[in-house]
């Protein structure tokens, strides 16, 4: 169940994240999805993989460990057991989970504040998506 103040706890995490430089198992596009989810709900979904790797490979390998494959079978494993269901086609409402295209390859973040751009990690802190880039969303509950 998300925070009553979740849009607060959600908006003072991007705050944070915005002079965070973009560092494989701490500050990713998994752990960043994560960590939106934690401060909307108190629930970490990357307890299974958090502190597990510091590189790119070891990124691949600890998902694939945890979810048996990459950014898509890791954020319906972790929707799974926290009980985020689905959303139909561009129904994705804010503080969703996002599985997205960026340039050809996945990236999972979180739908903003006002339901209009996806919040992903990015070299430099955080950036916006055009929503248009959501291949899959989840309902964060």
């Not at 003072?12 to 500050?27: R, V």
């Not at 990459?70 to 969703?96: S, V, W, Y």
């Not at 209009?116 to 998506?129: K, P, S, W």
Request: proline share 1%; hydrophobic share 40%; aromatic share 10%.
């Amino acid at each position: 169940m998300r925070y009553s103040d979740w849009q607060s706890r959600l908006a003072d995490h991007f705050s944070a994240a915005k002079e965070k430089p973009f560092t494989w198992g701490m500050h990713d596009c998994a752990l960043f999805a994560c960590d939106s989810i934690l401060a909307i709900t108190g629930k970490d979904g990357a307890a299974a993989f958090r502190g597990r790797y510091d590189d790119k490979v070891g990124a691949y390998r600890a998902l694939r460990d945890f979810a048996g494959g990459g950014l898509e079978a890791t954020a319906e494993k972790i929707c799974a057991e926290l009980g985020f269901i689905e959303n139909m086609r561009n129904f994705h409402q804010r503080g969703d989970v996002a599985l997205c295209d960026q340039g050809g390859e996945d990236t999972l973040g979180i739908i903003d504040l006002t339901g209009r751009y996806v919040i992903i990690a990015a070299e430099q802190g955080i950036m916006q998506q055009s929503i248009d880039c959501v291949k899959r969303s989840w309902r964060v509950e």
